[in-house]
C-alpha cells in the first residue's frame, strides 16, 4: 500500500530526523537520490544537457547539489536563478562541480532550448499553488524533448492535492523524499505528477496517513479467497437492483462483473426485458427478491419509469435502502438516497451525478464543473451529509469514507484512459457490491474493486480500445492472475 501524510505532518517529521542527523545529511541524502534517478534517465535518453529551475528554498538546494553530483559525473549542468537569491546551501559547492549559474537577465532562453533533462526545483511542499511570474516564463520555454523531473512535488501544484493549476509544472517524473504526499494521489494534482518515484531517506511519519493508494500486494491480502469449509451462502449472496427498459445492458454488465468477482449466489430484480438478457447470460443467476447479505441497488435504474415490473423494482430498492444491509447505490439509485441510512453504504456517482446528489441534498446548486474543480472537497461533503462512503469514479478514482469514521482517503488510478467508456460504471458497482457480499467494508470493497475493475480494463486490451462487457468478462482472470502475483 502506497501511503501519504500531508505537508505539515512530513515537514514535522523532517525536522525531528535533522535534530538527529549531522548538519546537512537529510539535504544530501535527498540530492544523492534525485542525482541516481536524474542519472538513470539520462543514460537511457542518451542525453547529457541537464538545466536547473532552481528556487529559494531546499527544493532548490536539492536540485542544484544533485547538478553538482551529475555535473561530477560529466554532465553539462547549468542553473536558472530567479529574482531570488540562493541562500540555502553551499553555492561554492555546485559552482566548483561545474554547474553554471544563468542570472534572471541571463540568456535563459538559449540555455533552456538545449535541455535533455529539466530538474524542476522551484517550489516545495511548501509552497502555495501557482508560480512566480519568471518562473511561468521558464516553464513555457521548456522544449517538448526535455524530460522534466520536479523535486518532491511539481512547482505550482497544490501540495494538499486539492486544488489544480494549470500554469504549475506537468512533470513526466517527480522524485519525492520519504514519503508520499497528497499532492501526488489525489485526483486535482496526480496528472501533473506524472511517474512517481519515492526515495528513502530514513524519514518516519507518526500516526495515520492522510491518503492511501492499494497495490497489487493488497490483493491477495484483502480479496476474500473461499476455503474448504466455504459454501456459495457463506461466500457471499448478492442482490441485484438494476436495468430497465430503457438501460437493459446495465443489468448484464453488474451482474457479469458480480459473478465473475467470486460471488456464491446472485439474486436479480428487474423489468421485463432486462430479466430475459440476465437469464440467458447469467444462468446462474435466481430472480426475484429474498434473502441476501448486500445489495447493489442503480445501474440502469430508471426511477421514473412506467414501463411493466418498474413500481415492483422499485419497491424492492426502496426495501433495501431501508434495510440494515450493505448498500451499494449506483446512477439512477442515487436518486433514492434522501440521507443517513442504517446499513454500510457505499455510494459510486460521478462527478454529475455527485452534482445532482448534492445539489438535493443541500438545496443549493452544485455544478459539474465545481466538482471537477474540488473532487475531494464535494466528496468529503457528500460523505458527511449521508454516512456514506463515497466513491467517486474518474481518471484517478476516490474512496472517501465519512470524516467521523477517522479513516484516510483512498485514491486509485489503474485504468488505462479507454476505460471512459458507457457501462464501466455498470462493471465497477458488480464488482465492488460482490466484495460487500462477501463482508468488506464499503472502504475497502470500493478501493479495491477500482483496482481490480482498472487492471481488468488494461488486461482486456492492453494499448488499445475496450468495453465494458469485456471488461467483466475478463474479471475472473485478472483476480487469479493478483492473486497468484
Not at 156 to 169: I, K, L, M
Not at 176 to 185: D, E, I
Not at 196 to 206: A, K
Request: aromatic share 4%; hydrophobic share 45%; charged share 20%.
Amino acid at each position: 500500500m502506497l501511503q501519504a501524510w500531508s505537508a505539515q505532518r512530513v515537514r514535522a517529521a523532517e525536522e525531528a530526523l535533522m535534530g538527529e542527523l549531522a548538519d546537512g545529511e537529510l539535504m544530501a541524502r535527498a540530492a544523492e537520490g534525485l542525482a541516481e534517478v536524474c542519472r538513470a534517465r539520462l543514460t537511457a535518453s542518451g542525453g547529457s544537457r541537464v538545466v536547473v529551475l532552481a528556487g529559494p528554498g531546499n527544493n532548490g538546494a536539492d536540485a542544484l547539489y544533485a547538478a553538482a553530483h551529475l555535473a561530477d559525473g560529466g554532465s553539462d549542468c547549468v542553473a536558472l536563478q530567479g529574482g531570488w537569491p540562493l541562500a540555502i546551501g553551499d553555492p561554492e559547492s555546485w559552482l566548483a562541480a561545474g554547474v553554471r549559474v544563468v542570472a534572471p537577465d541571463g540568456d535563459w532562453v538559449t540555455a533552456l532550448a538545449d535541455a535533455d533533462l529539466v530538474i524542476d526545483g522551484v517550489l516545495g511542499i511548501g509552497g502555495r499553488p501557482g508560480l512566480p511570474d519568471e518562473a511561468v516564463a521558464w516553464v513555457d520555454a521548456i522544449p517538448d524533448s526535455a524530460y522534466v523531473v520536479s523535486v518532491d512535488l511539481p512547482s505550482g501544484q497544490d501540495p494538499a492535492g486539492e486544488t489544480p493549476s494549470d500554469t504549475g509544472v506537468f512533470a513526466d517524473e517527480t522524485v519525492t523524499f520519504g514519503v508520499a504526499k497528497p499532492v501526488h494521489l489525489l485526483p486535482a494534482t496526480e496528472p501533473a505528477v506524472g511517474r512517481l518515484t519515492v526515495i528513502d531517506i530514513g524519514l518516519t511519519v507518526q500516526g495515520a496517513p492522510d491518503v492511501e493508494r492499494l497495490d497489487f500486494a493488497d490483493v491477495a491480502r484483502l480479496w476474500p479467497v473461499p476455503t474448504d469449509t466455504d459454501d456459495k451462502y457463506s461466500r457471499g449472496v448478492l442482490g441485484v437492483v438494476a436495468g430497465g427498459e430503457d438501460y437493459s445492458g446495465a443489468a448484464v454488465l453488474c451482474c457479469t462483473a458480480a459473478v465473475g468477482a467470486g460471488l456464491g449466489m446472485l439474486r436479480y430484480v428487474g423489468t421485463p426485458t432486462p430479466t430475459g438478457l440476465v437469464r440467458s447470460a447469467i444462468p446462474e443467476a435466481v430472480h426475484g427478491d429474498g434473502r441476501v447479505q448486500a445489495w447493489v441497488v442503480g445501474p440502469g435504474l430508471d426511477t421514473g419509469s412506467r414501463a411493466r415490473g418498474s413500481k415492483a423494482q422499485l419497491d424492492v430498492a426502496r426495501a433495501a435502502l431501508d434495510s440494515e444491509l450493505p448498500v451499494l447505490v449506483d446512477a439512477g439509485g442515487l436518486d433514492l438516497v434522501a440521507g443517513r441510512r442504517a446499513g454500510p453504504t457505499l455510494l459510486t456517482p460521478h462527478a454529475g451525478e455527485l452534482a445532482r446528489l448534492l445539489t438535493r441534498l443541500e438545496d443549493a446548486e452544485t455544478t459539474r464543473p465545481e466538482v471537477a474543480a474540488d473532487p475531494l472537497g464535494h466528496a468529503r461533503r457528500a460523505a458527511d451529509l449521508t454516512g456514506a462512503t463515497i466513491l467517486l469514479k474518474g481518471a484517478t478514482t476516490l474512496v472517501v469514507p465519512p470524516t467521523s469514521a477517522g479513516l484516510a482517503v483512498r485514491s486509485q488510478n489503474d485504468a488505462p484512459p479507454w476505460l471512459a467508456t458507457a457501462g464501466a460504471g455498470d462493471v465497477l458497482a458488480g464488482v465492488c457490491g460482490a466484495l460487500l457480499a462477501a463482508g468488506l467494508s464499503p472502504l475497502d470493497a470500493g478501493s479495491l474493486g477500482a483496482l481490480v475493475h482498472g487492471v481488468a480494463a488494461d488486461r482486456a486490451n492492453p494499448g488499445g480500445p475496450v468495453r465494458a462487457l469485456a471488461v467483466a468478462h475478463g474479471i475472473p482472470e485478472t483476480v487469479a492472475h493478483l492473486l497468484v502475483r
